[in-house]
């Protein structure tokens, strides 16, 4: 991808011209990532925003925003979006991560812990799938 190649800027001219053309959570989410690989916190707050704005169950923008908030010592705030995350996606290996360090830094070692395993498990089995897809094995 372009990011991945430090085009970060590029990226971003792309992501601008799809959403003239439809607005929607996805193309917001990703909006989000490139301005957050460019350094722009403040810009990419307000993609994921809008994101839940047009869809309050996209679970993308609600783990990066709750990464962004954990990260700026917003624990609160990130708790609660990685709780609604893993409501809408109890699949999500990126939620429950999420939620595991936000309890953890409340001092809720233990559910931290559930959620942490959580996350690990559900990676590993995503790991397997892929590889058992690609392989064509079972």
């Known amino acids: ?17 799809a959403l003239t053309i439809q607005r929607e959570a996805e193309t917001l989410d990703i909006q989000g ?3 957050r690989e460019a350094g722009d ?4 707050e307000a993609a994921w925003l809008e994101a839940l704005e047009l869809d309050p169950r996209y679970v993308p923008a609600m783990t990066n925003l709750g990464t962004l908030r954990l990260g700026r010592g917003q624990t609160s705030e ?4 990685f709780r609604r ?3 809408c996606d109890s699949t999500s290996s990126e939620a429950h991560y999420g939620l595991g ?9 233990e ?9 690990e498990r559900l990676r590993l089995q995503f790991v397997r799938q892929r590889v058992a897809s690609e392989t064509g094995s079972q």
């Open 1 to 17: 991808s372009l990011m991945e190649t430090g085009r970060a800027g590029e990226a971003e001219t792309y992501v601008r011209q």
């Open 33 to 35: 990532q490139v301005r």
């Open 41 to 44: 916190a403040h810009g990419a």
């Open 78 to 81: 990130a708790l609660e979006l």
């Open 85 to 87: 995350a893993v409501t």
């Open 101 to 109: 360090l936000a309890l953890e830094r409340t001092g809720m070692g």
């Open 111 to 119: 559910q931290a812990q559930k959620h942490l395993a959580e996350a």
